[in-house]
């Protein structure tokens, strides 16, 4: 096996190296330390805390792919596509619901001296292994038990060798007991879907026979790369030209807010839908780059908001009397502006990024419902609630794969709401 790196892997991998050493050199400074502080004094932090670290280790496994010979054909497969083995080449031959040992749609078959009868076929990939003289229901409990026994476990195995020195990280008992059930919760989830994955289709099958758990899992990735990606294009436009905007003003500030103000006058989804469309011939054939365009195009486009927060900051800073005397004393601008005027704007940055993580991920929904999103090959939850529309008009009503799809993002984007607000409630001097 050797590595393959994709560009939105690449990307991916950075961000999270820089956000990593980032938090290695600063972990003492105050501004980590009121962080700290401020995750710990809540529960519904330290619970949003733990979901966004769920699946943030998931997508960065999906995020490490590997390729080799199978079958004298080229393949490759993800870290995560290795863990969920066989599910990732498993097909049905259409619907099924979730839980079922049958297909959702009835098949004609043909029966003895001719005759043709209606019936609903077995599915290949699900039930097989239940013992004989033993019914659904009773497999499905023994699984579950099985699930949450082994999740205590490895609670036990993970979790209670560092409960004390957690337990005085944590003064609030209610904080304590939130943490420690949440992860309990974190490890009977992983426990509960290698008992039942394997087994059964938990959320069901799509039109051609994929798991739709599978697919909702893979969906994680291209939310993942949607948000770091387009904060890691976004953040040197809205920096740079934020900052400079409101330090140099005349001139400068006027060509910014000219620009600012032309693009934020043009709707949003057509300016990213004319971008996208108009490379749609060179970048077809390959789903990462348009995955990695469309990154691009919000980064290039999602700017604006943080640019006018950043020079009006800006222009209250430079007045500052340390700013007059550096000034004073003769220091260049460039020291200036490193030194006494980005240090004091990063609360704004990591509470913008934070909060416009979650609007990415709607984002890239709504644009694949349109068509103009991620690539149709990709899995994402934008085109699981695309795919939906049609199925929703059926009768009866194939309702799995956008109850799926809608409970991972609202769980996703909810989660990384509360801790933009724990942020907010940390660094914003006005709170403190």
Not at 281 to 300: H, Q, T
Request: overall charge positive; some cysteine.
């Amino acid at each position: 096996m050797t590595l393959t790196f994709y560009w939105t892997d690449i990307l991916v991998w950075i961000s999270f190296a820089v956000g990593l050493i980032l938090y290695l050199i600063k972990r003492h400074s105050p501004i980590i330390q009121d962080i700290k502080i401020t995750l710990v004094q809540k529960p519904r932090y330290m619970v949003a805390l733990l979901i966004v670290t769920t699946f943030t280790v998931i997508g960065l496994l999906d995020s490490i792919h590997l390729s080799y010979k199978s079958n004298g054909l080229n393949v490759t497969r993800s870290v995560l596509d290795l863990i969920l083995s066989p599910r990732d080449y498993q097909r049905e031959k259409t619907y099924s619901a979730p839980f079922a040992l049958r297909s959702f749609e009835e098949e004609t078959t043909a029966g003895e001296g001719g005759t043709t009868r209606e019936m609903y076929a077995g599915l290949k990939y699900a039930g097989v292994g239940i013992e004989k003289g033993s019914s659904k229901g009773i497999d499905i409990l023994k699984r579950v038990s099985l699930g949450f026994i082994s999740g205590f476990i490895l609670w036990c195995l993970l979790y209670l060798p560092f409960r004390q020195s957690t337990r005085r990280k944590m003064t609030e008992h209610r904080v304590i007991r939130a943490f420690e059930i949440t992860l309990f919760c974190v490890f009977c989830w992983i426990t509960l879907s290698a008992a039942l994955m394997f087994q059964y289709h938990i959320f069901g099958t799509d039109k051609i026979g994929r798991d739709v758990y599978y697919i909702v899992l893979k969906s994680i990735r291209t939310g993942l790369v949607i948000g770091t990606v387009t904060s890691f294009v976004m953040l040197p436009f809205a920096l740079s030209m934020g900052i400079w905007a409101g330090y140099f003003r005349g001139w400068i500030d006027d060509a910014i807010q000219y620009l600012y103000t032309t693009l934020g006058s043009i709707p949003g989804v057509l300016l990213i839908a004319a971008a996208v469309l108009s490379f749609q011939i060179r970048i077809e054939e390959d789903p990462d780059l348009k995955l990695l365009l469309l990154c691009i195009v919000l980064g290039a486009t999602g700017w604006i908001g943080l640019c006018r927060l950043l020079r009006g900051e800006t222009l209250k800073l430079r007045e500052e009397n340390y700013v007059q005397a550096a000034r004073t004393l003769g220091v260049s601008d460039f020291k200036i502006l490193l030194k006494h005027i980005l240090p004091n704007l990063m609360h704004i940055v990591i509470i913008t990024v934070v909060i416009d993580f979650s609007g990415l991920v709607l984002a890239e929904s709504v644009l694949s419902y349109v068509g103009v999103g991620v690539a149709p090959t990709t899995y994402s939850w934008g085109n699981m609630i695309n795919a939906a529309r049609l199925e929703m008009a059926r009768e009866p009503m194939v309702w799995w794969s956008l109850v799926a799809a809608f409970i991972f993002m609202f769980t996703l984007v909810f989660s990384t709401n509360i801790l933009g607000d724990a942020l907010q409630q940390a660094l914003n001097p006005r709170e403190r």
